[in-house]
């Protein structure tokens, strides 16, 4: 799911691999609210978004904030800086992403807020974080030349744009 204009070029980066599909409005509470009212269609099955700064979110994150989603209504992501980098419910609720707030440091607040008001239960996947700032993507390269495996395909974009141009590595 991405804005209309970027369907093509991530169309053909994906492949077979994936269907893209163009989300309806304009910006990340539209596009939320696209991704579960698109792959609901009408169901109540578990549906989890998730952030693509995160790129080494590790399998076992997914796997537990569906199982979740069993228990509870919404699941949610937390970031550190608060903000959440996953999302989850069983079904699609219109009105669960508002406009105001998404992107802030109080949008997890927010997000917690609207599904108290739809009388949602809300359960929590472990804290994470996401790469917003120069130094977590600085964090973010440490692990990864640590663990690569992690995020391989990561990892290694990161070692050829540390070649090609120096950055990111403290004192460099």
């Given amino acids: 799911m991405c804005p209309e204009s970027d369907v093509n070029e991530l169309g053909q980066l994906a492949g077979n691999q994936a269907s893209v599909v163009a989300q309806k409005g304009e910006g990340l509470a539209a596009g939320l609210t696209s991704v579960f009212a698109h792959f609901a269609e009408g169901h109540q099955r578990p549906i989890i978004a998730f952030n693509s700064d995160s790129p080494h979110l590790p399998r076992c994150v997914l796997e537990d904030a569906f199982e979740t989603l069993v228990a509870h209504d919404v699941v949610v992501g937390p970031t550190h800086d608060g903000g959440y980098y996953l999302v989850g419910v069983k079904g699609s609720y219109a009105t669960l992403f508002a406009t105001d707030g998404m992107g802030t440091s109080n949008a997890l607040e927010r997000l917690w807020s609207r599904a108290r ?40 974009w990161l070692k050829e744009w540390e070649l090609a141009s120096g950055h990111y590595r403290t004192g460099n």
């Fill in 117 to 156: 008001e739809l009388k949602l239960s809300v359960g929590l996947a472990e804290p994470f974080y996401d790469i917003d700032v120069a130094e977590d993507l600085a964090r973010l390269a440490a692990e990864l030349c640590l663990a690569p495996g992690r995020a391989p395909r990561t990892a290694r």
